[in-house]
Each structure stands twice: as C-alpha cells, then as structure tokens.
C-alpha cells in the first residue's frame, strides 16, 4: 500500500499552522495563572475539577495529574475558585501582573454532605470543550459501581460494560474493542507497556483498583500522540499514595487476597512544600485450592487458575509541582488443567516519569523511560510446546502549551522491543522468529476553540526501522456545540502498527496468545494487488451525538467504521513447506502469515443516569466484523452482532452503608466452524517408505465453512451486597456477599470436537468478602 503523497503535506501544513500561532501567541503580553489541586487529606492530586477566576469567564479543568493552566488573563485582582461535587468549594484571593506566570497550589476539604446536583460541572465543561470522541474516562468511583466478584472491584468488570467491547469468555477470555484483536489494543501503565492486562480467568485483571487514579479507553479514532496500534488504547494512571501518615487496605475473599499499604517517606513541613510518598500493592489468587472445597460442584478437581500481582511506587513532588515518579511491576498466571496442558505467563518491568513545570513558561514538560518483558508457554500433551518472549523499553517526552482555552501539544517518541517464539504449525512443522525491532515516532496536535466548534487536528509520524518503513499519520477530531447540553462530534485517522500475535483470530479457545513482530515471509501478492508493506493498517471514522437531558440523564450515541486496509494473519490453509523445492506451489499455500482485509462497522448507544444515590447506565452495541483472505470472506470469531449492558448501583440505609449493584450482560452468539466428518490423517512425513495400509493414522477433520454457524445467545446476571461499617477514624470494614450468574445460565464455552463434549462457561459462583482500610 503505496503513501499518498497529500499526507505528508497535511502534516507539513498542521506543523507550520502550529508554529506560526505559537509564536504570535508567545509576542503576547498578560499575565498566567497555573498550579495543581490536591486532598487536605491525603495530598492526592483532584482530577477534572473547575478552577477558574471568580465573575469572569477564565477557567480551567485539572487533568490527570491535578494540573490546571489559566493563560492570557489580563492583570489584575481576581478571586481563584475551585468547585466540585466531591469536595468543599475553594476560595482565595489572587493578584496577577503583567507578564506574571503565578504558580498556586490548592488544596480541597472532602464534602462531609454529598449534595444532590451542581450547577457548576468539570464533567460537562470537558465534554463542551474537548472532542472526547469514544473515549470513556473511568475513575475508582465508578469501578465501584460494577458489582464486585469475590468483594473487590476490577477494571475488567467495568471494562466488559463498556459501549463496542466485546468480551469472549470467563475462562481464558479477550477483549475485543469495535473489530480490534487484543493484539491492537495498547496498554500503557503509567507510560509503561503492558503486553497482558487479563488473567486467564476472565474475572480479574492485573492492575488493583485501589491505586487507579484515572483510565482512559479509547474505542477508536485516539489522537497523535498515540501510535503503534490500529485499533484501540487503553492508559491508566495510578496513585501516589498517602502523603499525610501511613495507610493501607486488607482484603480477602473465597477467590484473592491482597494487601495495599502506602504512606509519606518525606512529609511536607507546611502546606506546599515538597514531599517524598510511595504506594505498595500485592495480591494473589488462591482459587485453584479453594475452588476444590468452595465450588466442587463445577469440577471436583477444583477450577485450574492462580496468579500474583505486585506493583510499587515511589513519588517525588517538588514545591512548584514538577515530580519524579519510579514504579516496577511483576504479574504472573497459571492455568494448569490435569493431564492435559499446562498454560503459563510472567510480565514483569520498571520504570519511570516525570512532570516539570518551568519557572517562567506556559509550556508543561512530561516523559518517561520504561522497560517491560512478557513470556509465555504452553505445553499440551501433543508434545509439541509453544512459548514466545516480547521485551523492550519505550521512552518519549511531550510539550504542552496553553493558549487561553487552546492547547499545542508535541512529543517524540522511541521503543525497542526484541521478540521469540516458537509454536508448530497444524502441519506439525516448528515454526520460530527471532527478531530486534525498533521504532521512533512524533506527533503534533493543536486543540481550538473557535466558537462553538473544538477543533483537534493532529498527525503522527511513526518509522518502523526494522522495515525500513515511514507511516505518516493524520488524525483530526471536531465538536460542535449546538446548544449547551446538545453536542455533535467526529474523528477520523489513519494507524499502523508492526506488532501481532501468533495465534490467528479464527481460534475461539486459546490461551496461548504470543507476539512477533512483522514477518518478512509475507506473500508478494494479495488478491492480485502487490504487498508493498509489511505493516498492519487501519482507517478510523466515527461520528455521534451527546445529549444531557436536564434529569440528570446524558446520552451518546456513536457511529464507527475501521477499515483494516491491511492485516496479518496466521495461514491456515498451508500445504508444503516454504524451501526452495516447493517454489512452484503457489506462495498461499507455502507463507506462514498470510495478508487479509476487514472492515469493522456498528452504532454503539449509552445512556447513563445518575442522581444522589442511585446510578443507571444501560448500553447497546450493534456490530459487524468481517474479513477477506485470499480465497474467501468470513466472519472471525469474536463477531458478536448485538451486545446488551444494563448496570445499576443503590445507596441505601439511615446511613447510608448499604450498597447493591447489579449487571445483566446480553450478547448474541459468535461464529464458530461446524464438524462435517472425520478421516484418516497421514502426514506422509517418511515420504516414499510409508505403507498407508499398514501405517497407523490420526484422526482427521473435515471442516464446514469458516464460521458460517452461531452459538448460542449468551446471557448472565451478577450482584453484589456491600455493607460498610466506621471502625475508628480512618479504619471502615466492607463485607461483601456477590454472586457471577444468579440464575444458573448454561452458556456455552466450547464443545470437543472429537468427544462432542460440551464445556460451559462459569455456572452460579457465590462468593464472600471483606476489607479492612486503615
């Protein structure tokens, strides 16, 4: 796929627009007022909250490091506020003059008395004034409003209820996000590589609640300033930890345990100082022995998962608000099912990054350097065992520029990863690369307000040197405000990514999921077109609406299309080997990976309600996935046309220490490939010397069509009690009684082929918590 000469341009132009306002803006005197919001109580940072200049119209929401920018604001005498639903309303008095870049630090007292509504929204002020198309922000507080299984809340619980997501299985299951594999999904943890999120029981992923500070999800159609994957990204920020004493959380129940505890290494003398804090989380799994005596009834030998996380964290915050975080991770998995495989995985990795606030500039400086590693294996009873290594660093810086409500971003960026892996093929042939890759990339964006439109343009220039390879990137995303509670918006951009997996889509059940990086033995031809390319590509448009009803009802609605100009995927239909005797066979049948097409299209609704203490979100997602190889069109198996979420949380009790939530979860069946017949399998490996009549063969497969049959609807149900009860001054107790598929729902997993065995999904799975906070 030849680069059009245009995008190169565009970018070109996007550069030289954004240089030429940045330096008229620079001639420009006023006066500046930035600094960062924080707890009384623990000195955590307050994301998107208001800050603004009291009786005028300069104004500001934090971000996710509680940072807040008020630029071009003419001299004078000013009152700064900050307001939000959680905590007290902020005031004090400012004096800013000419030329003056004032630094202020804020900090905010929790609200002792939850009010019903305010009229003031850091929420809907960043709907109005930032594209934010298909990008959900999660915060702890709504983790929470999931029900919990085992009594501690997950991401990948709340993950599954999000609009376009689609969610394979409770065993060994993937996320699949508007047509995207979980191989196109980035995962970045403070800035740092995650090649796995999940555990192999889908219930739990890696990362512990308790010291998420924000995650941001984008479905589709992210900015520059992300590369390397053509479908989706997923970043998540944690906590600093305490910064006034020393504090901690224990829990366990019938499925983990685990042991959060943080604190000040350095306490601030008086309030703006700097400080030294750090957080330390730990949890584990125990459910391969507990399930032998809790839920015998699934299997008597009990369910075969077990895993241990481990995360820490230290911060250093100067006075002014420029920070030095370093963090290590390690996350290990086991699935070991008797007699038949033995599944396992281990990332683990360190790192660090930075915030730096100049003296005397608007610009806001931030980066990172992180290395990760991943290593799977696989061994089954066929002998033939499957392993695969992904490690490497990433490291980049940003510029952020603030102009009054506008925003000039610009960053580099450079990763390194080494892949290698080996697996064998249906043929039973060894299949192994070993491979250095690396990448250097840059971007630049530029938000503006003009009017009631916001204007996002960007683009991204990604080269892949291993290739020898450049991608030129546009991006762009526009808003407009129709009125102050109706908004209509759009993005669009083209993505490439070098990275992919090992196993094809076209596998319902494997645990095994490794990574390579772009294989040179790609065919030279696709459906008589010439491959010019070894990278994987997509195109992204999407176009909504949102809409806040004034009874705290909001609304959205989003339509997307992906179109997967070019994809990489395992050959399935390989007869002979790719060596020089067989160059006369077609390369279809000789190529290891094969090129393929696809086009992913849906409308996805959402509609949340949330007023005092009740919450309500209900969610439907309309697909369709479809891809071309050589020789036909299919469906992959993750194809699910209509998918149903309906959550709801209740606060309730004289004090308000009881808490249900509730999921039902509807999805219409996904494709899968029927049985036609057996035969006699042989390979025919010992060439001319085999004596097919004596010879003893293996059971062979004949294959309907590729995923022309549907399973059936899936469908389950999961609640949650929560009671909360105040022990001393900072210590609360949480007990909690939960159970994954009330109503018993036999939703299917997969059947064995050969035995017609049918294996289900998880059935009914009570489950008892508690949690001590101190």
Known sequence: MKQHFSLPLFCSGILFTLILVSFQTAAQQSANVRGFVYTEETGEAVLFTNVYLKGTTYGAATDVNGFYSITKVPPGKYTLTVTS?????????????????????????KRVVQIGTIDISAEKQERQTEVKVSVNSITPRELKQVPTIGGDPDLVQYLQVLPGVVFSGDQGGQLYIRGGTPVQNK??????????PFHSIGLFSVFDTDIIRNADVYAGGFGAEYGGRISSVMDIKTRDGNKKRLAGKLSANTFTSKLMFEGPLKKPKKQ???DISFILSAKTSYLDRSSKELYSYIDENGLPYS????????????????????????????????DISEYKWKSSGFGSSFVIVPGQSTVLIDGNFAFSQYKITLTEADNRPRSSLVNGFNLGMNFTYFINQDQIKYGIEAL???????????????????????????????????????????????????LSELSTEPRIG??????????????????????????????VVNLFYGFLSGPSTLPKTFRGDEVTSRLQKANHLIGGIEYDFPINLTLNVEAYIKNFTQLTNVNRDKLFEDIAANFDEPEIYRKDYIVETGLAKGVDVSIKYEYKRIYIWAVYSLGFVTRQDEFRDYVPHFDRRHNVNLVGSITFGKKLD?????????????????????????????????????????LGILYGPLNESRLPYYHRLDVSLKKTFAVAKNSVLEVTASVVNVYDRSNIFYQDRVTYERVDQLPILPSLGASITF
């Open 85 to 109: 639903v959680e905590f007290d309303t902020l005031e004090t008095d400012i004096e800013l003059r000419s030329g003056e870049i004032a630094t202020r630090k804020l900090y905010v007292k």
């Open 187 to 196: 995962v970045l943890l403070d800035g740092m590589v995650i090649y796995n």
């Open 272 to 274: 703006g100082d700097g």
């Open 307 to 338: 895993f241990n996380d481990f995360y820490g964290k230290i911060v250093t915050n100067n006075a002014n608000g420029s920070r030095l975080n370093v963090f290590g991770f390690s996350f290990d998995d086991k699935a070991i099912y008797e």
């Open 416 to 466: 390194g990863f080494k892949t290698d892996y080996e697996f064998y093929n249906f043929l039973g042939t060894k299949v192994e690369q070993e491979e250095n890759t690396t990448e250097l990339g840059s971007y630049i964006t530029f938000r503006k307000l003009a009017g009631k439109f916001v204007i996002e343009p960007g683009c991204r220039f990604h080269y892949y040197a291993s």
């Open 478 to 507: 526009v808003k407009y405000n129709i009125t102050d509670n109706i908004r209509l918006k759009a993005a669009g951009g083209i993505y490439a990514q070098n990275l992919l997996s090992t196993v094809s889509d076209r596998d």
């Open 658 to 698: 009881w808490q249900f939530d509730a999921r039902w979860n509807f999805g219409s069946g996904f494709p899968f490939t029927q049985t036609q017949g057996f035969y006699p399998y042989l390979d025919f490996t010992g060439g001319l010397n085999v004596d097919y009549t004596s010879e003893n063969a293996e």
